[in-house]
Protein backbone atom coordinates (compact mmCIF):
# COMPACT_ATOMS: atom_id res chain seq x y z
CA UNK A 1 0.00 0.00 0.00
CA UNK A 2 1.28 3.02 -0.90
CA UNK A 3 0.47 5.40 1.85
CA UNK A 4 2.12 8.92 3.22
CA UNK A 5 5.21 7.11 4.89
CA UNK A 6 5.40 4.87 2.06
CA UNK A 7 5.66 8.21 -0.52
CA UNK A 8 7.57 10.03 2.47
CA UNK A 9 10.17 7.19 2.30
CA UNK A 10 11.28 7.67 -1.12
CA UNK A 11 11.26 11.39 -1.28
CA UNK A 12 14.70 12.50 -0.72
CA UNK A 13 13.71 13.74 2.58
CA UNK A 14 16.01 16.98 3.04
CA UNK A 15 13.48 19.57 3.67
CA UNK A 16 14.70 22.20 1.35
CA UNK A 17 11.73 23.79 0.17
CA UNK A 18 12.31 24.24 -3.09
CA UNK A 19 8.54 22.57 -4.11
CA UNK A 20 7.46 25.21 -1.95
CA UNK A 21 6.82 23.58 1.09
CA UNK A 22 8.14 23.22 4.38
CA UNK A 23 8.49 20.29 5.00
CA UNK A 24 8.96 16.81 2.84
CA UNK A 25 5.84 15.27 4.75
CA UNK A 26 3.63 18.00 3.67
CA UNK A 27 5.19 17.60 0.11
CA UNK A 28 4.48 14.26 0.51
CA UNK A 29 0.91 14.47 1.64
CA UNK A 30 -0.36 16.97 -0.74
CA UNK A 31 1.37 14.54 -3.63
CA UNK A 32 -1.02 11.97 -2.39
CA UNK A 33 -3.98 14.31 -2.81
CA UNK A 34 -3.07 15.36 -6.37
CA UNK A 35 -2.50 19.38 -5.20
CA UNK A 36 1.45 19.14 -6.27
CA UNK A 37 3.22 17.71 -9.19
CA UNK A 38 6.17 14.89 -8.59
CA UNK A 39 8.36 17.18 -10.78
CA UNK A 40 8.12 19.95 -8.41
CA UNK A 41 10.80 18.44 -6.39
CA UNK A 42 13.75 19.17 -8.13
CA UNK A 43 16.05 16.93 -5.77
CA UNK A 44 14.47 14.19 -7.65
CA UNK A 45 15.78 14.90 -10.96
CA UNK A 46 19.27 14.14 -9.63
CA UNK A 47 20.85 10.90 -10.72
CA UNK A 48 21.34 9.88 -7.11
CA UNK A 49 17.35 9.83 -6.99
CA UNK A 50 16.12 8.38 -10.33
CA UNK A 51 15.13 4.78 -8.50
CA UNK A 52 13.04 6.24 -6.27
CA UNK A 53 10.99 8.86 -8.14
CA UNK A 54 10.37 6.18 -10.81
CA UNK A 55 8.89 3.95 -7.87
CA UNK A 56 6.79 7.81 -6.79
CA UNK A 57 5.46 7.63 -10.38
CA UNK A 58 3.65 4.52 -10.02
CA UNK A 59 2.48 5.50 -6.98
CA UNK A 60 1.43 8.51 -8.56
CA UNK A 61 -0.17 7.08 -11.52
CA UNK A 62 -2.15 5.01 -9.25
CA UNK A 63 -3.11 7.07 -7.28
CA UNK A 64 -4.81 9.22 -10.43
CA UNK A 65 -7.28 6.65 -10.49
CA UNK A 66 -8.27 6.72 -6.88
CA UNK A 67 -12.12 6.55 -6.15
CA UNK A 68 -13.05 9.44 -3.79
CA UNK A 69 -12.86 6.35 -1.21
CA UNK A 70 -9.19 5.92 -2.19
CA UNK A 71 -9.76 2.98 -3.86
CA UNK A 72 -7.90 1.90 -6.71
CA UNK A 73 -9.50 -1.07 -8.33
CA UNK A 74 -7.61 -3.52 -10.49
CA UNK A 75 -10.24 -5.69 -11.71
CA UNK A 76 -8.53 -7.99 -13.67
CA UNK A 77 -6.55 -9.71 -11.20
CA UNK A 78 -10.19 -10.61 -9.06
CA UNK A 79 -10.97 -14.14 -9.33
CA UNK A 80 -13.92 -13.31 -7.29
CA UNK A 81 -13.34 -15.15 -3.63
CA UNK A 82 -15.55 -12.30 -1.68
CA UNK A 83 -12.83 -11.80 0.96
CA UNK A 84 -12.80 -8.12 1.09
CA UNK A 85 -17.18 -8.31 1.11
CA UNK A 86 -16.90 -10.55 4.17
CA UNK A 87 -14.40 -8.33 5.70
CA UNK A 88 -16.25 -4.75 5.21
CA UNK A 89 -17.35 -3.05 8.24
CA UNK A 90 -20.73 -2.17 6.01
CA UNK A 91 -21.54 -5.71 5.40
CA UNK A 92 -24.21 -6.76 7.24
CA UNK A 93 -23.11 -9.94 10.09
CA UNK A 94 -25.51 -11.79 8.44
CA UNK A 95 -27.35 -12.71 5.02
CA UNK A 96 -23.76 -13.47 2.89
CA UNK A 97 -22.71 -16.78 1.65
CA UNK A 98 -18.69 -16.92 1.61
CA UNK A 99 -19.16 -13.29 1.10
CA UNK A 100 -20.09 -13.75 -2.71
CA UNK A 101 -23.53 -13.33 -2.39
CA UNK A 102 -25.28 -10.69 0.31
CA UNK A 103 -28.36 -10.61 0.36
CA UNK A 104 -28.84 -7.28 1.46
CA UNK A 105 -27.61 -4.58 -1.39
CA UNK A 106 -26.69 -2.14 1.33
CA UNK A 107 -22.81 -3.64 1.53
CA UNK A 108 -19.69 -1.81 -0.21
CA UNK A 109 -18.57 -4.78 -2.21
CA UNK A 110 -20.46 -7.37 -4.02
CA UNK A 111 -19.17 -10.12 -6.77
CA UNK A 112 -20.88 -9.95 -9.76
CA UNK A 113 -20.01 -12.58 -12.48
CA UNK A 114 -17.19 -13.38 -10.32
CA UNK A 115 -15.64 -10.23 -10.12
CA UNK A 116 -15.88 -7.67 -7.57
CA UNK A 117 -17.86 -4.70 -7.78
CA UNK A 118 -18.18 -1.46 -5.63
CA UNK A 119 -21.92 -1.59 -4.79
CA UNK A 120 -22.09 1.57 -2.77
CA UNK A 121 -19.05 3.81 -2.74
CA UNK A 122 -20.93 6.42 -0.47
CA UNK A 123 -21.19 3.49 2.40
CA UNK A 124 -17.70 2.69 2.66
CA UNK A 125 -16.09 4.09 6.08
CA UNK A 126 -13.27 5.81 4.58
CA UNK A 127 -15.12 8.77 3.60
CA UNK A 128 -16.44 8.84 7.12
CA UNK A 129 -14.19 9.33 9.78
CA UNK A 130 -12.23 5.99 9.28
CA UNK A 131 -9.90 6.86 6.79
CA UNK A 132 -7.41 4.56 8.02
CA UNK A 133 -9.93 1.69 7.30
CA UNK A 134 -7.94 -0.86 4.94
CA UNK A 135 -9.47 -4.05 5.74
CA UNK A 136 -10.30 -4.91 1.82
CA UNK A 137 -7.26 -4.26 1.04
CA UNK A 138 -5.55 -6.44 3.66
CA UNK A 139 -7.87 -9.20 3.12
CA UNK A 140 -7.39 -9.48 -0.93
CA UNK A 141 -5.29 -12.05 -2.03
CA UNK A 142 -4.49 -10.54 -5.47
CA UNK A 143 -3.77 -7.21 -4.99
CA UNK A 144 -7.01 -5.93 -6.51
CA UNK A 145 -7.74 -3.32 -4.02
CA UNK A 146 -5.12 -0.44 -3.25
CA UNK A 147 -6.01 2.72 -1.01
CA UNK A 148 -4.22 5.81 -1.05
Same mark, same amino acid.
Given at each position: ??? $?? =???? %???? @? +? /??????? @???????? $?????????????? +??? !???????? $??????????? #??????? =????? %???????????? @?? !?????????????? *???? *? *???????? +??????? #??? =?? +???? /??? !? /??????? #??
Amino acid at each position: MAD $LM =DVYK %NLPQ @T +N /CKKCGEE @TCMSFASK $LIKGDVALGSCSPL +NEK !AFSEKKEL $LEKMVEKSKDA #LESGHVM =DYDLC %NGCGNCVVVCPV @TP !AQGWAGGKDPESED *VVFK *V *VDGKIQMQ +NIQKCKR #LGD =DR +NCSL /CMD !A /CPFGVIY #LV
